[in-house]
Each structure stands twice: as structure tokens, then as C-alpha cells.
């Protein structure tokens, strides 16, 4: 699999697999995207596991963005490979332990904002 480049304006509403277009991974300020083609696969599963909206709280990260919001210097954002996401109706740790039975790296989950996000790449 690969890390693509995508552009917002052209490419937004295209989508990548099933459940997930383009856009759902944008940046605040930034016309092009970076994806990787195996996170996306993974948050398909997740989906298709859950059978349960996911949202994609932050995916690409630029790095003028990832630094505004205090993000680390060597965020796997950065190079489009990692996701925090809501899964509607599913608890953290489940989402957790699922990512984490795919092989999936960096699992975590935390509260923040309005509810429950999980975070892997």
C-alpha cells in the first residue's frame, strides 16, 4: 500500500473506500492531503466490525497545523498514516482492543472534546 496525495478542492468528494471520501481526512488550511491507502483499509474494518458511523477527527496533519495545536514533530499525521476517530455507540477500549487485534501501532484512547476518540495509525 501507499501514501497518496490527494488535493481538497479537486479530489474531496471522491471517495476512498466504502465509507470514507477524501475530505473526511482534510487539514484546516491546506488544499492537498496525504492518505495512506492502509489506514484507510483499517478504519474500514473498524467500520464493517462495528457495522457503525465513524468520524475522522483529525487525519492529515500539515505542519503548521499539527504545531498550532500542539502536536508532536514526528506525528504519524504529518505523513498522512494516522487517524483519531469516533466510532458512533462503540467505547473507546472496544475500538481500542479491535485496532490493536488488526496489528495496528500506536493505539491509544483518551477523551477529548465533545466525546470518546481513539487514535491509531
Not at 90 to 115: D, I, K
Amino acid at each position: 500500500m501507499a501514501i497518496k496525495t490527494y488535493s481538497l478542492k479537486v479530489d474531496g468528494n471522491r471517495n476512498l473506500i466504502d465509507n470514507f471520501k477524501v475530505k473526511e481526512f482534510s487539514c484546516p488550511g491546506s488544499d492537498a492531503i496525504l492518505i495512506d491507502d492502509a489506514l484507510v483499509v483499517a478504519l474500514q474494518k473498524v467500520r464493517d466490525h462495528f457495522a457503525q458511523p465513524v468520524t475522522i477527527t483529525s487525519g492529515y496533519r500539515a505542519e503548521a497545523w499539527n504545531k498550532k495545536i500542539g502536536g508532536s514533530p514526528s506525528s504519524q499525521h504529518l505523513l498522512g498514516k494516522a487517524a483519531d476517530i469516533v466510532a458512533q455507540g462503540v467505547t473507546p477500549l472496544a475500538v481500542a482492543r479491535y485496532a490493536e487485534s488488526m496489528g495496528m501501532g500506536g493505539v491509544g484512547h483518551y477523551t477529548a472534546g465533545q466525546g470518546n476518540e481513539y487514535g491509531f495509525q
